[in-house]
């Protein structure tokens, strides 16, 4: 599953693509699960918009559309989860749509953002923010639609004084409350089992008992670890791959993530696997306390 790394590797590939290019026209396919807005309503917004930007925020890309001049000033956002197994490629049209595509749009170039998901866990979704939908609230002002903003935190943007208030009172083991995306946004199985085993950090203990300086080394090896991964393009296990197809290389950095009884890179113990919360954990014992 794309975590936060791939997500943000995508994102920007696909940013690098299609900036500033229109949308002509756009296909939906008929399986039903992908579609969290009607394929109507993803056809009717996307259609005509010209593409700003490509972002990520949390496990979504976003990408946000206005209208070219006639169409009163019209914006929105094209949210893209890719859940398990799901796809965002740029295509020439010459290149074979891929099994399992629910979702074409055609670009002015020619080109194609094809959203492709073999396991139909990925969800499609468009945002109206224009300023005409803005809804009167109780006082008479005028509230205007929501940007996407996700559920949580965004882990490369929390302070380390915010990490530590978040995690103080969680009566969770660490690495389920690392998981917890309404904690944090974006950091899953294998980012998190990494930051623990940088920051010496047991995954059953306590979120409420780690000390303050252990927050603060999590809260560290949560950022290099991130900031590494995105710069290596992100991991490639199973189906992940960036924009262009091709794959992250953060796999032959991970040092415990599905390490089970290899010796660890530190002092050559063999890496431990347990399950925590219905998710393999993966822990050096010695290294981590
Ligand atoms: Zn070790």
């Not at 927050?215 to 199973?238: C, F, H, M, N, R």
Request: positive net charge; hydrophobic residues 35%.
């Amino acid at each position: 599953m794309p975590e936060l790394p791939e997500v943000e590797t995508i994102a920007r590939g696909v940013d690098e693509r299609v900036r500033g290019r229109r949308i002509v026209s756009v296909w939906t396919g008929s399986k039903p699960e992908p579609f969290k807005s009607a394929p109507e309503k993803i056809v009717e917004a996307l259609t005509g918009s010209v593409i700003q930007k490509v972002h990520r925020v949390g496990k979504h890309v976003v990408i946000d559309l206005t209208r070219a001049a006639g169409a009163e000033g019209w914006q929105g956002q094209w949210l893209v989860h890719l859940g398990m197994t799901g796809r965002l490629l740029v295509s020439h049209p010459d290149v074979a749509v891929p099994l399992h595509t629910h979702a074409i749009a055609q670009l002015d170039d020619g080109r194609e953002i094809r959203f492709v998901d073999p396991r139909r866990f990925g969800r499609l979704q468009v945002l109206d923010l224009s300023p005409s939908r803005a809804s009167k609230k109780r006082d008479g002002e005028l509230e205007e639609p929501k940007r996407f903003t996700g559920t949580g935190q965004e882990p490369l943007a929390i302070s380390p004084e915010a990490f530590r208030e978040l995690f103080r009172s969680r009566r969770t083991p660490i690495k389920s409350a690392l998981l917890n995306q309404s904690l944090l946004h974006g950091v899953g199985n294998i980012y998190a089992d990494e930051s623990l085993y940088r920051a010496g950090i047991r995954p059953r203990r306590h979120a409420a008992r780690l000390t303050v300086r252990e927050l603060g080394a999590l809260w560290s090896a949560l950022q290099s670890v991130l900031t590494e991964a995105i710069a290596l393009g992100g991991s490639s296990v199973s189906d992940y791959v960036g924009a262009d197809g091709a794959k992250g290389f953060f796999q032959l950095e991970h040092k415990v993530y599905m390490r089970t009884g290899q010796p660890c890179a530190r002092c050559g113990t063999p890496i431990r696997r347990l399950v925590l919360g219905g998710r393999s954990t993966h822990y050096c014992p010695k290294c981590q306390r």
